[in-house]
């Protein structure tokens, strides 16, 4: 895997093994099997002995060697979130579809709500995603004048850049939808942002009420349909094609998969407290911040979801399989309005690890440093099921025809 800085990333795994349990008993939700899992992963992400390997060899001269610990895949885990990012970019990307333009709309959730949301994090999250949904197509419908159905990618975040706890919707939406027959494709190429802003305010707080049936969370409600008369804070990425951007799907897991802090951005961890910097997306300037360990941890896990919460989730045109049929509408319609479509998605394909790490060091880890040719998989082994491949038993077998997998873990 890629190796974050070793320095940065021990002090990471330092603050865990010191204080993870002190943390769980100030913060019993915490104490589940799950999140022992996630944090017990992290501590050994980078263990070949620990995680399972691939250990690569050169069968050219015997020389050369290559051993790569597998990703232990923690949520938690700053080593391995590149890969994720990656995973989830590749992912995303295959599900958007080419020349269908795309908008990125962020709708928030007020300050005030922050706690209910905390507290009811397994019942409130699902709700807001379809809520979230219902509200765009409510949108795109008083728009046209006619019933409409988007298409959508709905991804939950529930931090902000500092960590903190900050729920609200990414949304990958399409401009515009089809009529419930799907005979018609109905591109909206103006978004009037005051309407939405203040559906949006209707759909969330109409949601919580329904949801939760406290008078509590009703006061809650009252209170914000009075504080915040034009609706909530809604953002809509301007102009018609992020054309600036690689792809739609790797400028939105900016924000969403990325984890709070990047690990090199630890500055000082004394035992007690930790400085670490990070650019705010608000003040566009680096900001330094020092908090007690337990607040640093508290950030850092908070950006996990619940077991089993699903963070992406497709819904509308954008779910169905008629999207084919639709899709021709959508052009025609789109076509029209904006001129030429242009690559509106960029689809990209999953990266090996061979090409990242050639990516981030310019080296190809694979050649082999003595004779210059590629190494080939020698062995696998993983932590529960043992030797998986073995190249050297192959070939004392005498059955030698390599059929060695290549592709990185
Ligand atoms: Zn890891
Ligand atoms: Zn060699």
Same mark, same amino acid.
Not at 257 to 264: D, E, F, G, Q, W
Not at 383 to 409: F, Q
């Given at each position: 895997?890629?190796?974050?800085?070793?320095?940065?990333?021990?002090?990471?795994?330092?603050?865990?093994?010191?204080?993870?349990?002190?943390?769980?008993?100030?913060?019993?939700?915490?104490?589940?099997?799950?999140?022992?899992?996630?944090?017990?992963?992290?501590?050994?992400?980078?263990?070949?002995?620990?995680?399972?390997?691939?250990?690569?060899?050169?069968?050219?001269?015997?020389?050369?060697?290559?051993?790569?610990?597998?990703?232990?895949?923690?949520?938690?885990?700053?080593?391995?979130?590149?890969?994720?990012?990656?995973?989830?970019?590749?992912?995303?990307?295959?599900?958007?579809?080419?020349?269908?333009?795309?908008?990125?709309?962020?709708?928030?959730?007020?300050?005030?709500?922050?706690?209910?949301?905390?507290?009811?994090?397994?019942?409130?999250?699902?709700?807001?995603?379809?809520?979230?949904?219902?509200?765009?197509?409510?949108?795109?419908?008083?728009?046209?004048?006619?019933?409409?159905?988007?298409?959508?990618?709905?991804?939950?975040?529930?931090?902000?850049?500092?960590?903190?706890?900050?729920?609200?919707?990414? !949304?990958?939406?399409?401009?515009?939808?089809?009529?419930?027959?799907?005979?018609?494709?109905?591109?909206?190429?103006?978004?009037?942002?005051?309407?939405?802003?203040?559906?949006?305010?209707?759909?969330?707080?109409?949601?919580?009420? %329904?949801? !939760?049936?406290?008078?509590?969370?009703?006061?809650?409600?009252?209170?914000?349909?009075?504080?915040?008369?034009?609706?909530?804070?809604?953002?809509?990425?301007?102009?018609?094609?992020?054309? %600036?951007?690689? #792809?739609?799907? /790797?400028?939105?897991?900016?924000?969403?998969?990325?984890?709070?802090?990047?690990?090199?951005?630890?500055?000082?961890?004394?035992?007690?407290?930790?400085?670490?910097?990070?650019? #705010?997306?608000?003040?566009?300037?680096?900001?330094?911040?020092?908090?007690?360990?337990?607040?640093?941890?508290? +950030?850092?896990?908070?950006?996990?979801?619940?077991?089993?919460?699903?963070?992406?989730?497709?819904?509308?045109?954008?779910?169905? +399989?008629?999207?084919?049929?639709?899709?021709?509408?959508? /052009?025609?319609?789109?076509?029209?309005?904006?001129?030429?479509?242009?690559?509106?998605?960029?689809?990209?394909?999953?990266?090996?690890?061979? %090409?990242?790490?050639? %990516?981030?060091?310019?080296?190809?880890?694979?050649?082999?440093?003595?004779?210059?040719?590629?190494?080939?998989?020698?062995?696998?082994?993983?932590?529960?099921?043992?030797?998986?491949?073995?190249?050297?038993?192959?070939?004392?077998?005498?059955?030698?025809?390599?059929?060695?997998?290549?592709?990185?873990?």
């Amino acid at each position: 895997m890629l190796a974050a800085p070793s320095r940065a990333w021990n002090v990471f795994k330092q603050i865990f093994a010191d204080h993870w349990e002190p943390f769980q008993r100030a913060h019993p939700r915490y104490q589940t099997a799950y999140y022992d899992g996630l944090v017990a992963k992290m501590l050994e992400c980078g263990t070949p002995e620990k995680m399972g390997y691939i250990a690569y060899r050169c069968l050219q001269c015997g020389q050369g060697k290559h051993l790569v610990a597998m990703s232990c895949k923690s949520s938690l885990c700053l080593r391995c979130a590149k890969v994720t990012v990656d995973n989830w970019v590749s992912q995303v990307s295959t599900m958007l579809h080419e020349g269908v333009i795309y908008r990125h709309i962020i709708l928030t959730v007020p300050a005030m709500f922050r706690t209910t949301f905390y507290h009811n994090a397994a019942v409130v999250l699902s709700a807001l995603m379809r809520c979230g949904v219902h509200c765009l197509d409510d949108f795109y419908s008083e728009v046209r004048g006619k019933a409409l159905r988007g298409g959508y990618i709905v991804v939950t975040h529930s931090h902000g850049r500092n960590g903190q706890d900050h729920p609200h919707l990414h !949304l990958l939406a399409t401009s515009g939808g089809d009529d419930a027959q799907g005979a018609c494709w109905e591109h909206l190429a103006y978004l009037p942002y005051a309407l939405l802003r203040r559906k949006w305010q209707w759909h969330l707080l109409t949601m919580l009420r %329904q949801t !939760l049936k406290t008078d509590a969370v009703n006061r809650l409600v009252d209170a914000c349909f009075t504080r915040y008369p034009d609706g909530l804070v809604t953002h809509v990425q301007k102009g018609h094609v992020p054309a %600036q951007y690689q #792809s739609v799907a /790797r400028y939105v897991a900016k924000y969403v998969v990325s984890p709070p802090i990047v690990v090199r951005r630890i500055d000082r961890y004394d035992g007690h407290r930790v400085t670490y910097h990070y650019r #705010s997306h608000r003040t566009e300037r680096m900001e330094h911040d020092t908090v007690e360990v337990n607040t640093f941890i508290g +950030r850092m896990v908070q950006h996990t979801m619940p077991k089993g919460f699903k963070r992406i989730r497709y819904y509308g045109v954008q779910a169905t +399989r008629t999207f084919a049929k639709v899709k021709a509408l959508i /052009r025609e319609a789109v076509a029209k309005v904006e001129g030429v479509i242009k690559g509106a998605v960029q689809i990209i394909a999953r990266l090996t690890y061979r %090409q990242r790490y050639e %990516q981030s060091t310019g080296r190809d880890p694979l050649r082999c440093p003595h004779c210059q040719s590629t190494m080939d998989v020698w062995r696998i082994w993983h932590p529960t099921y043992g030797v998986i491949y073995d190249e050297g038993e192959v070939i004392k077998r005498g059955t030698y025809t390599s059929t060695a997998p290549r592709a990185g873990p």
